[in-house]
């Protein structure tokens, strides 16, 4: 970033910027800190960001999976409960301030061709929300903001459910296509890999029927979704083929985790959970 700036592609278009690049403590406090980076990685690099939550800073959470922030306040059996899977050591806990918090769902497709230089594959639209449902001036403000500059941000009162949406479908597609090798399509097509997704994702909305976080679509119904999408390879699938660690615990981890925590048999997600953990380096 700091020789040759930032490269971000994007239908056929280059876009070169040369943000400040440096240290969390060059950098200092921020209006707004956007955590983007591959859940497995934050807990150990939480601690450094230190330096750029200020009395007022904002933090957003942009990760996959079960973020650290989802039982706070939540209500239920779970409620204040951190997950071994996801933060393990409580760091996220202790740097990021309650309070100061926004959820945020991504819905895109973006890969690293090489340092600093990023392939947006497509980009549909970004999520954001208060954790307890508000529309507070403060997520008004980073919509504008985001929308100002071209993101199709939009808020949501229920940020909860669309983060347990979003995971829904990935729990099963991330780890069953490192596993198979294959795109969303091809694996799809396969009666037998459907239904195991179907058994998956069953196991999870037993779990969101304990939480209160009712779907609004079946298992089958969210599969013809992902089949309309085409035939896509997951970022997990990526992230193997690029000799990277997997967002294995952050995900399909985080689920079993829970199912456990709320007595829910869940021998569907489990066994592809130990199929997988073998894969990642």
């Given at each position: 970033l700091r020789a040759q700036g930032l490269s971000v592609e994007r239908a056929g278009a280059t876009r070169r910027s040369h943000p400040r690049a440096g240290s969390a403590a060059e950098l200092g406090p921020h209006d707004y800190v956007f955590l983007t980076?591959?859940?497995?990685?934050?807990s150990d690099l939480a601690p450094s960001l230190s330096p750029l939550i200020g009395p007022s800073t904002t933090v957003i959470s942009g990760t996959n999976g079960i973020p650290w922030w989802f039982f706070h306040d939540f209500g239920g059996s779970l409620a204040n409960h951190s997950l071994n899977s996801v933060d393990p050591n409580q760091a996220q806990e202790r740097t990021f301030p309650r309070g100061r918090i926004l959820g945020s769902v991504v819905h895109a497709s973006a890969r690293v061709c090489s340092p600093a230089h990023v392939q947006v594959v497509a980009a549909d639209r970004l999520i954001l929300g208060e954790p307890g449902g508000e529309i507070t001036n403060r997520v008004r403000d980073v919509v504008?903001?985001?929308?100002?500059g071209g993101i199709n941000a939009e808020i949501s009162e229920r940020i909860r459910h669309e983060v347990w949406s979003k995971l829904w479908g990935n729990m099963n597609m991330n780890p069953l296509s490192a596993l198979t090798r294959c795109g969303t399509a091809k694996m799809l097509s396969c009666a037998d890999v459907r239904d195991l997704c179907i058994r998956?994702?069953?196991e999870m909305q037993l779990c969101a029927k304990r939480l209160d976080l009712h779907m609004s679509m079946t298992p089958a119904e969210?599969?013809?979704v992902t089949q309309r999408l085409g035939d896509f390879r997951t970022s997990m699938?990526?992230?193997l083929e690029a000799g990277l660690p997997l967002e294995l615990a952050p995900q399909l981890g985080a689920v079993a985790e829970i199912a456990g925590r709320l007595d829910v048999p869940a021998p569907f997600m489990r066994s592809i959970l130990g199929l997988a953990r073998l894969l990642s380096p």
């Amino acid at each position: 970033l700091r020789a040759q700036g930032l490269s971000v592609e994007r239908a056929g278009a280059t876009r070169r910027s040369h943000p400040r690049a440096g240290s969390a403590a060059e950098l200092g406090p921020h209006d707004y800190v956007f955590l983007t980076v591959k859940a497995q990685n934050l807990s150990d690099l939480a601690p450094s960001l230190s330096p750029l939550i200020g009395p007022s800073t904002t933090v957003i959470s942009g990760t996959n999976g079960i973020p650290w922030w989802f039982f706070h306040d939540f209500g239920g059996s779970l409620a204040n409960h951190s997950l071994n899977s996801v933060d393990p050591n409580q760091a996220q806990e202790r740097t990021f301030p309650r309070g100061r918090i926004l959820g945020s769902v991504v819905h895109a497709s973006a890969r690293v061709c090489s340092p600093a230089h990023v392939q947006v594959v497509a980009a549909d639209r970004l999520i954001l929300g208060e954790p307890g449902g508000e529309i507070t001036n403060r997520v008004r403000d980073v919509v504008a903001g985001l929308r100002s500059g071209g993101i199709n941000a939009e808020i949501s009162e229920r940020i909860r459910h669309e983060v347990w949406s979003k995971l829904w479908g990935n729990m099963n597609m991330n780890p069953l296509s490192a596993l198979t090798r294959c795109g969303t399509a091809k694996m799809l097509s396969c009666a037998d890999v459907r239904d195991l997704c179907i058994r998956m994702m069953e196991e999870m909305q037993l779990c969101a029927k304990r939480l209160d976080l009712h779907m609004s679509m079946t298992p089958a119904e969210r599969i013809a979704v992902t089949q309309r999408l085409g035939d896509f390879r997951t970022s997990m699938l990526a992230d193997l083929e690029a000799g990277l660690p997997l967002e294995l615990a952050p995900q399909l981890g985080a689920v079993a985790e829970i199912a456990g925590r709320l007595d829910v048999p869940a021998p569907f997600m489990r066994s592809i959970l130990g199929l997988a953990r073998l894969l990642s380096p």
